[in-house]
């Protein structure tokens, strides 16, 4: 069974820019949660999908946004990028709803300039 | 609020010599504590789910249990292949299914 796959693995952005990261869920998850990963802050939760419909968000700002598709297949946005914004984005699914066990993809690595 | 304190931070051991990793959590109900292992440069990968205290997990050289304040993972003879960043996470009852992560035990193993 194919893994959680993430494109692009490697991004490299200037400030004020935007960008779309996406994600393919393990064939059959229909969860698919995003995460901000950085050294100082470790794992945060950015939002979760579940059948197309956001189900949770966590405290980021709106300029951080997301969408599944019926293939559960997800993207994630980041309009206007800061510095701060440097960091690997983590996409994980599961198959239930409960997130007891989540699959990772490797992640995008995003670098603001 | 959820919180998860995970010690040591880093943490070094000759193959071979046995060591327990600690999550301490805080949470108004435990759902369900998870165990990850990170390599440098990739997404965690799934080791356990603990769901009650008493319980116990393992897998080869890797054993987790659970008390009602704090998780362990033990590695017996770690060998070098098992250096890595191990993370550890609660879910809480009663509300969404997020876990809340911990800062991660980096672990070095050498020969």
């Known amino acids: 069974k194919a893994g959680v796959t993430q494109t692009p693995r490697y991004l490299i952005k200037t400030r004020g820019q935007q960008v779309t990261l996406s994600c393919s869920p393990i064939?059959?998850?229909?969860?698919v949660s995003w995460y901000q990963q950085t050294p100082g802050q470790g794992l945060q939760f950015l939002f979760e999908y579940f059948s197309e419909t956001q189900r949770n968000k966590g405290n980021f700002p709106g300029r951080f946004s997301g969408r599944q598709f019926s293939n559960s297949r997800s993207e994630m946005n980041v309009s206007t990028l800061e510095l701060g914004d440097s960091a690997l984005y983590l996409c994980a699914s599961s198959f239930g709803t409960t997130n007891n066990e989540q699959f990772f993809g490797p992640g995008t690595r995003l670098t603001v300039l | 609020e959820d919180q998860v304190t995970q010690s040591p931070e880093a943490l070094r051991l000759q193959e071979g010599e046995s060591s327990s990793l600690n999550c301490s959590y805080t949470v108004s109900g435990l759902r369900g504590l998870f165990w990850y292992r990170q390599d440098p440069g990739k997404g965690p990968e799934f080791l356990f789910t603990l769901y009650s205290a008493g319980e116990e997990k393992e897998k080869e050289r890797l054993k987790a249990t659970l008390t009602k304040k704090e998780s362990f993972l033990h590695i017996t003879a770690p060998k070098p292949e098992d250096s890595a960043t191990y993370l550890c996470?609660?879910?809480?009852?009663?509300?969404?299914?997020?876990?809340?992560f911990g800062r991660g035990t980096s672990l070095i193993v050498h020969p």
């Open positions: 064939s059959g998850h229909r969860s």
């Open positions: 996470a609660v879910q809480a009852t009663g509300g969404s299914y997020i876990p809340t």
